[in-house]
């Protein structure tokens, strides 16, 4: 069982930057692959970014170019870097882990971006 923690979600303008943060309880070294994900008010979840565990990396269209997903094994994280973020990008934003078969997922994290 892997639970995740996410963090640094919040309200910031249009432009602005914000970075999340999640954290595994387990070791993430040998993690298959994690993802964000994000579901905005009254929309299906949607994928977002993915990084794989020879640190490849793959990005919805929407945001290639402004997000960056990273992962550090020492931490256990796995980070989102959101820049020049727009009112589109307001959403619940969601980790995702898969290990061993097994998806695991966070409890979610606010993003709003405001003009």
């Known amino acids: 069982q892997v639970q995740l923690v996410e963090s640094g979600g919040g309200l910031v303008q249009v432009g602005e930057s914000l970075r999340l943060s999640c954290t595994a309880s387990a070791n993430i070294a040998s993690i298959h692959s994690a993802a964000w994900y994000r579901q905005a008010l009254g929309k299906q979840r949607e994928w977002v970014a993915l990084v794989t565990s020879d640190n490849t990396t793959h990005y919805k269209a929407s945001v290639k170019g402004r997000f960056t997903i990273s992962r550090d094994n020492a931490r256990n994280t796995v980070y989102l870097q959101m820049n020049s973020l727009n009112t589109e990008d307001t959403a619940v934003y969601y980790c995702?882990?898969?290990?061993?078969?097994?998806?695991?997922w966070g409890q979610g994290t606010q993003v709003t971006v405001s003009s």
């Open positions: 995702n882990v898969l290990q061993n078969g097994m998806n695991y």
